[in-house]
């Protein structure tokens, strides 16, 4: 028996216990400053310039919510009236003793909240697409299934218009269903089956990914085909994306970038922008898996769970590390 | 250490049970699985590879393992059939189309000998889908009913919808005693 089931848990454990700590002092700490500048937290954090490029204000903000007790960010938004974000505005302004004659801070605040709003929004669409099962009859996802191929094999097309019957082009069948979706690395004849749990999403993403990024997307079909390392490419597409919806909805790492991107987009374009984030996400999840893979040269598909747990690990701690809550971060921004 | 403690032991090892899900992709094996644990079904996506997971039931360790059911995955169920206590085989009730491939991948199956001895529990899932067949259209079909086929073998089929886990507990509770019956018969 080895004990090398342990060491995770061993880890995980002193982790938490050193995160305790931390808060524990941080709490401390801000008091301490509450206390000498006369101002909470909150109204210290909002206090800043909102013009500043990156949005930090609302990455305090976000840790801010993430680390004390009240409120939580669902609590912010649980609005009966359509979930007006600032309609929480009042009940933190006299929470957290900030004077109602402080504009700056109160707009800033605002701002927050809306961000806020915001993300939850955008959550929310991007969970909505996932429950949306791709459907032959729509030509919308007809549209994205083709654009796929087109973009991932191009020159190759299919039969003009599939509804009018049996025209062949290139050798491929009509662009419904057929054995030909299995060279781009779907399980079967149909690939409506595959997408499962992530729906159009997933699809969406690996369009974005083959159009975006076309080279990369291509080099990863061609070593999928490898005699003996071969693995399905957009079956392990679907895999990526339910990884980023991970990252999405649970994590809260990808946050931060979203709302960035949101302010960049002039709030009109939003959910635009952070399909981008969440594609952008993706991409380079799959170049990740890609460079793994092909490292590790595994005897086969069926190495596929260890190496994509790899993946993702990497990943995390690659997010971790960029969302900068670092213990020193944590300890000076009281 | 005394005696005891060993004896015990072995006992303990004795009520591990090794169970092999099987089936076409898409039949639903992992919702299976991870309904039956208890864990969230929403997000499940294609099995690349496997799923192993250690259940506790009845007093029974449960050793599952969750294979992929890709056509070109197919070839590499031989590496897991070793010491297979039970074979679950998975059939998505409402793909009609593909009940004939179904039929012809499981008859394949239980022609491997290291297969020979295991219980076999046939899921006919998807039964909450409408126009899905019943799990005794199932067995007519997939020819579960042929002499030859029954000939020896402990199975049976049971209809279960792993979306809302109505005849999950119901199969596998089957397939624990049937294996019970047959192994642990000293107990």
């Known amino acids: ?118 993300l939850h929004e955008f959550k929310d669409a991007v969970r909505s697409l996932t429950t949306t099962a791709f459907a032959w009859e ?77 080279e990369k997307a291509r080099s990863l079909l061609l070593e999928s085909e490898h005699p003996r390392r071969w693995f399905p490419w957009a079956v392990t597409g679907v895999n990526v994306s339910r990884f980023v919806f991970e990252l999405l909805t649970e994590d809260a790492v990808l946050e931060e970038r979203l709302v960035e991107a949101w302010r960049e987009g002039g709030r009109e374009g939003g959910k635009e922008g952070g399909m981008q984030v969440v594609n952008e996400v993706y991409a380079d999840v799959w170049e990740t898996f890609g460079r793994v893979w092909v490292d590790t040269d595994p005897e086969n598909v069926m190495a596929f769970p260890p190496i994509w747990s790899e993946v993702q690990r990497r990943e995390r701690r690659r997010w971790r590390q960029r969302r900068g809550d670092e213990s020193w971060r944590l300890l000076l921004e009281v | ?59 029974y360790l449960l050793n599952v393992w969750d294979v992929g059911g890709q056509q070109t995955i197919r070839s590499y169920w031989r590496n897991y059939f070793e010491a297979t206590d039970g074979l679950i085989w998975v059939v998505d009730s409402a793909d009609r189309r593909r009940l004939e491939v179904c039929r012809q991948e499981l008859h394949a199956l239980l022609q491997q000998e290291k297969l020979a001895g295991a219980s076999l529990l046939v899921f006919a899932n998807k039964q909450d889908l409408q126009g899905a067949p019943s799990p005794g259209e199932i067995a ?44 642990f018969m000293l107990n």
């Open chain 1, 1 to 118: 028996m080895s004990r090398a089931w342990l060491m995770p848990t061993l880890e995980a454990w002193m982790l938490l216990w050193w995160r305790w700590a931390l808060h524990l002092l941080r709490a401390m700490i801000s008091r301490g400053v509450d206390y000498v500048t006369g101002k909470s937290e909150l109204e210290r954090i909002c206090s800043a310039d909102s013009r500043a490029p990156p949005f930090s204000m609302f990455s305090r903000f976000l840790r801010f919510l993430r680390l004390s007790p009240y409120p939580s960010p669902s609590s912010l938004l649980a609005d009966p009236t359509g979930r007006e974000a600032s309609a929480s505005l009042p009940s933190l302004l006299l929470r957290y003793k900030i004077p109602t004659s402080n504009i700056h801070v109160q707009e800033n605040l605002k701002e927050c909240l809306r961000a806020l709003h915001y």
């Open chain 1, 138 to 214: 729509n030509q919308d996802h007809l549209a994205l299934l083709h654009a796929l191929w087109h973009a991932l094999k191009p020159g190759l097309a299919f039969a003009p218009a599939p509804s009018e019957g049996e025209g062949r082009k290139g050798g491929r069948e009509g662009g419904r269903e057929g054995s030909v979706w299995s060279e781009i690395g779907f399980q079967g004849r149909d690939p409506s089956t595959d997408f499962r749990g992530m729906g159009i999403f997933g699809l969406m993403q690996m369009v974005s990914f083959a159009e975006s990024r076309p």
């Open chain 2, 1 to 59: 250490m005394g005696l005891l403690s060993i004896l015990k032991k072995v006992k303990r090892k004795e009520k591990e049970m090794r169970l092999l899900i099987l089936g076409l992709d898409n039949a639903g094996k992992t919702t299976i699985l991870k309904k039956f644990n208890g864990e969230e079904t929403s997000t499940i996506e294609p099995t690349l590879g496997f799923n192993i997971k250690t259940l506790e039931y009845q007093g």
């Open chain 2, 140 to 183: 007519l079909t997939l020819g579960l009913e042929d002499e030859a086929f029954a000939k020896g073998r402990h199975w049976t089929i049971v209809g279960c919808s792993a979306m809302t886990g109505d005849g999950l507990e119901h199969g596998v509770g089957w397939m624990v005693r049937d294996i019970a019956s047959r192994i």
